[in-house]
């Protein structure tokens, strides 16, 4: 099977080297790699002149403006042609390894969409404790989804996994609206029509100073919980559709009286004034649809 390596980067050169340079340690070497700069103000030009001679295949663009992560990520993942397609992030470091197990693991599960493993994260023990029990090697969509995102507004998948093309070409796009948190969209997606495979070793250390995400946010909240019901409505019918939209909304209402308290102790005064105006909404099942008032 050929391997796809595709990396969104923006504005981290002084960090993709050390990426790269992992990226070219693999044991099992990509087919193919394209780099998708999303016109940083720090160009990554002259680092990626001295890598991209170290793979067969290297494609390297920089956007003439900004397209945000899911805009960037989309563009990237269409040139893809290998038969697996790796979501790299442009200042990770990758385990030797990394390829080839990913890889491993969706030849021995034809039914698998995508794969993904631990990263530094899980160096974090109650990152650990949040997600006990560790995920099976290979999980039913379905169950993974119930397991890990029903009564959740985080995600267990980061952005780095490996995805089968054919999977990439029933769901794509990522979806705008959802912005830095598209990818956990489409993962939601793969498990309304594949399973979910799992290295159980941690092979990604995470960049330590993410450009995306930012302080506290109540609108990136709702919109989170807006996005699991949106899939709760995809995969769930009848009766299940019923208890899972009860529990997330259970979980969203717990979560708010939480976030309520915390910004109250840190004496944010703008952000309580949006929880007010975020209150939870009621939302009920209408001939298997989704109605929040």
Same mark, same amino acid.
């Given at each position: 099977?050929? %391997?796809?390596?595709? =990396?969104?980067?923006?504005?981290? @050169?002084?960090?993709?080297?050390?990426?790269?340079?992992?990226?070219?340690?693999?044991?099992?070497?990509?087919?193919?790699?394209?780099? &998708? $700069?999303?016109?940083? @103000?720090? $160009?990554?030009?002259?680092?990626?002149?001295?890598?991209?001679?170290?793979? *067969?295949?290297?494609?390297?663009?920089?956007?003439?403006?900004?397209?945000?992560? @899911?805009? /960037?990520?989309? $563009?990237? %993942?269409?040139?893809?042609?290998?038969?697996?397609?790796? /979501?790299?992030?442009?200042?990770? =470091?990758?385990? *030797?390894?990394?390829?080839?197990? !990913?890889?491993?693991?969706?030849?021995?599960?034809?039914?698998?969409?995508?794969? +993904?493993?631990?990263?530094?994260? !899980?160096? /974090?023990?109650?990152?650990?404790?949040?997600?006990?029990?560790?995920?099976?090697?290979?999980?039913?969509?379905?169950? +993974?989804?119930?397991?890990?995102?029903?009564?959740?507004?985080?995600? =267990? %998948? &980061?952005?780095?996994?490996?995805?089968?093309?054919? =999977?990439?070409?029933?769901?794509?796009? +990522? $979806?705008?609206?959802?912005?830095? &948190?598209?990818?956990?969209? #489409?993962?939601?997606?793969?498990?309304?029509?594949?399973? %979910?495979?799992?290295?159980p070793e941690q092979l990604i250390a995470l960049d330590d100073n993410p450009t995306h995400g930012g302080g506290f946010s109540f609108a990136r909240m709702r919109r989170l919980q807006e996005m699991v019901l949106s899939n709760v409505e995809r995969i769930f019918l009848g009766a299940e559709l019923k208890f899972a939209v009860d529990l997330q909304q259970d979980a969203?209402?717990?979560? !708010?009286?939480?976030?309520? #308290?915390?910004?109250?102790?840190? !004496?944010?005064?703008?952000?309580?004034? /949006?929880?007010?105006?975020?209150?939870?909404?009621?939302?009920?099942?209408?001939?298997?649809?989704?109605?929040?008032?």
């Open positions: 099977m050929r %391997i796809s390596v595709c =990396i969104t980067h923006y504005n981290r @050169p002084e960090s993709l080297g050390a990426t790269l340079a992992s990226l070219a340690a693999q044991t099992r070497m990509p087919d193919e790699v394209f780099l &998708w $700069d999303d016109c940083s @103000p720090k $160009d990554p030009t002259a680092v990626v002149e001295e890598w991209k001679d170290r793979f *067969p295949h290297f494609v390297y663009h920089r956007n003439s403006e900004n397209r945000g992560m @899911p805009g /960037n990520l989309n $563009d990237v %993942i269409q040139q893809a042609t290998g038969d697996y397609v790796a /979501n790299l992030h442009d200042a990770d =470091i990758y385990h *030797p390894q990394l390829l080839e197990k !990913w890889a491993a693991a969706l030849d021995r599960a034809p039914d698998a969409g995508l794969v +993904f493993c631990r990263d530094s994260r !899980w160096d /974090n023990p109650r990152f650990v404790q949040h997600w006990t029990p560790e995920p099976a090697e290979l999980t039913d969509g379905v169950e +993974f989804f119930r397991r890990h995102y029903l009564g959740r507004v985080d995600s =267990i %998948i &980061w952005g780095t996994v490996m995805v089968r093309k054919t =999977i990439y070409d029933e769901l794509l796009p +990522f $979806d705008l609206q959802y912005q830095n &948190w598209a990818d956990v969209d #489409l993962w939601m997606r793969v498990c309304g029509c594949a399973s %979910i495979g799992y290295v969203w209402r717990r979560l !708010w009286f939480r976030w309520m #308290l915390g910004r109250l102790k840190r !004496w944010q005064w703008g952000e309580m004034w /949006n929880g007010i105006r975020l209150q939870p909404k009621r939302c009920r099942v209408v001939k298997e649809t989704v109605n929040c008032d």
